[in-house]
């Protein structure tokens, strides 16, 4: 349990149930938080992340439902937001479709880009009213290197986290007054499913630090901000990608 508190401490996390999601999750119970787990569809995956929080010592709520979807959203939290706001929202949610532009179908574009940009902005009211009244509460958005200097391939990927980074400043300066402390981590290559299919025994050639990330290095990160050690970090992004990009 975080010290100087009698109740434990709730973190919210959306896309919970696999690769960076599941890493923060652990990561966040190993620091005494119960989680409150998103996730989409993958029920299999979020038992199994369930059973690991359990074994930890902590508490873990399941909440499958699309973060892109309103009523979805609203459904599944507000019994819960009635009774308690969470003192740490991670908005990592988010997918890839990847294709160049001359081919992107209008689908390919708003499925990305809604479930980043949409997620976050229907996750985050839902939670920030409560967390502005208690004067307290963290919100890291998970971006990435694709949305600080673009790829190809992922225009509708690398806007949707560009997007998500002018968010996370804007949000910022609107909230840090409430004492609700907004800040963006951004991932390089990570380890996970998204990834499994690239090429990483050439990409990482091109890595100063010569390897690929795991969702350990991002969730470490994540922690931080989480701490009271992070007390004067207020819309920053903070890169998470072994010196790909600097």
Not at 19 to 46: K, P, Q
Request: charged share 20%.
């Amino acid at each position: 349990m975080p010290e100087g508190t009698s109740k434990r401490k709730i973190a919210l996390i959306t896309g919970a149930s696999r690769g960076i999601g599941a890493g923060i999750a652990l990561r966040l119970a190993r620091s005494g938080y119960d989680i409150w787990a998103n996730y989409r569809n993958n029920h299999e995956a979020a038992e199994q992340l369930k059973s690991k929080i359990t074994e930890i010592g902590t508490n873990c709520l399941l909440f499958p439902f699309d973060v892109s979807v309103e009523h979805q959203v609203n459904d599944s939290l507000s019994p819960f937001l009635e009774k308690d706001t969470p003192d740490v929202l991670v908005n990592n949610a988010g997918f890839t479709r990847d294709t160049l532009l001359m081919w992107m179908s209008t689908e390919e574009w708003k499925s990305v880009t809604e479930v980043t940009l949409l997620g976050f902005f229907l996750v985050t009211k839902a939670v920030l009213l409560g967390m502005m009244k208690r004067r307290s509460g963290r919100i890291i958005n998970i971006v990435s290197t694709a949305g600080q200097s673009g790829l190809p391939g992922q225009t509708n990927y690398s806007a949707a986290k560009a997007g998500l980074i002018g968010a996370t400043k804007s949000l910022a300066k609107e909230v840090i007054k409430k004492g609700v402390f907004v800040n963006a981590v951004a991932p390089g290559f990570i380890e996970t499913e998204m990834t499994e299919k690239l090429p990483l025994a050439e990409i990482v050639k091109n890595i100063p630090c010569g390897r690929i990330g795991t969702a350990e290095d991002v969730a470490g990160v994540v922690n931080f901000l989480c701490s009271d050690e992070a007390n004067y970090i207020i819309g920053q992004v903070i890169s998470v990608n072994g010196g790909l990009y600097m």
